[in-house]
C-alpha cells in the first residue's frame, strides 16, 4: 500500500519570504515523488520529481523539493515567494513497480503581497 | 503536443439524464487515468487503463459510472443516470511507462441539476 500526507490545509506566506510545503509519505518499496501545482479552474500541472540520485530535486518556476528518506518526507521549498505562486499544491508518491499514483489531499498556498 | 485534450470544459445536465465526458491522451502514452475532484473528497481516482485495457476500475462509485477506452487515442467515462451528487470536475489524465508523471486535462466541469 501506498499514502502521502500533507499536513497542512493551507500556508501562508509573505511575498518574498521563503516557503515550504510539507508532505511525508508511506510506500512498501522505493518511491517515485511528485509535486504538482493547481491554479483555479485548471487542471494539475507537473512541478517536478524524485525517481533517484540527488536528494534535492530542482523544477519549474524556481521550485525545489528535499527528498529525505530517513523521515520519508519530500517538502516542496521556494527560496522567494510569488503572489503568483498562489495556488493548491499536491504531493504524489507511487512504489517503483506500479504505475498508480497516491495523491495528496492538497495544500492551499496564499502568497500576501 | 497539444497536451490531454477533454471535452466538453463545461457541462450542465438534468438529473436523470445521460453523460459522457471526452478524452484524447498524448500520443504514445500507454496509461490513461480518469480523476474526480470535488471539495469534499478532493481528488479520487476513478478507473485507469493501460494499453487500452482497464486494469483497476476500483474507484468508479457504482453501476451507473462506466468508462471505454477503444483505441489508443480515445476515452470516454460515462454516467447514466447522472444525479446532483455526480457534480464535480472530472480530469483525465495520461502517462507512459517508466518514472514518469501524469500529464492532466484541463478537465470538465460537471453540473447536475
Known amino acids: 500500500a501506498q499514502s502521502v500526507a500533507q499536513p497542512e490545509d493551507q500556508v501562508n506566506v509573505a511575498e518574498g519570504n521563503p516557503l515550504t510545503v510539507k508532505c511525508t509519505y508511506s510506500?512498501?518499496?522505493?518511491?517515485?515523488l511528485f509535486w504538482y501545482v493547481q491554479y483555479p479552474n485548471r487542471g494539475l500541472q507537473f512541478l517536478l520529481k524524485?525517481?533517484?540520485?540527488?536528494?534535492l530535486v530542482k523544477g519549474s518556476y524556481g521550485f525545489e523539493a528535499e527528498f529525505n528518506k530517513s523521515q520519508t518526507s519530500f517538502h516542496l521549498k521556494k527560496p522567494s515567494a510569488l503572489v503568483s505562486d498562489s495556488a493548491l499544491y499536491f504531493c504524489a508518491v507511487r512504489d517503483i513497480g506500479y504505475q498508480k499514483v497516491t495523491f495528496g489531499i492538497g495544500t492551499k498556498l496564499q502568497v500576501i503581497p | 503536443d497539444a497536451g490531454v485534450i477533454q471535452s466538453p470544459r463545461h457541462e450542465v445536465t438534468e438529473m436523470g439524464q445521460e453523460v459522457t465526458l471526452r478524452c484524447k491522451p498524448i500520443s504514445g502514452h500507454d496509461y490513461l487515468f480518469w480523476y474526480r475532484q470535488t471539495m469534499m473528497r478532493g481528488l479520487e481516482l476513478l478507473i485507469y487503463f493501460n494499453n487500452n485495457v482497464p486494469i483497476d476500475d476500483s474507484g468508479m462509485p457504482e453501476d451507473r459510472f462506466s468508462a471505454k477506452m477503444p483505441n489508443a487515442s480515445f476515452s470516454t467515462l460515462k454516467i447514466q443516470p447522472s444525479e446532483p451528487r455526480d457534480s464535480a470536475v472530472y480530469f483525465c489524465a495520461s502517462s507512459r511507462t517508466g518514472p514518469y508523471g501524469y500529464t492532466f486535462g484541463s478537465g470538465t466541469r460537471l453540473t447536475v441539476v
Open positions: 524524485y525517481i533517484t540520485g540527488d536528494n
Open positions: 510506500v512498501s518499496g522505493n518511491p517515485y
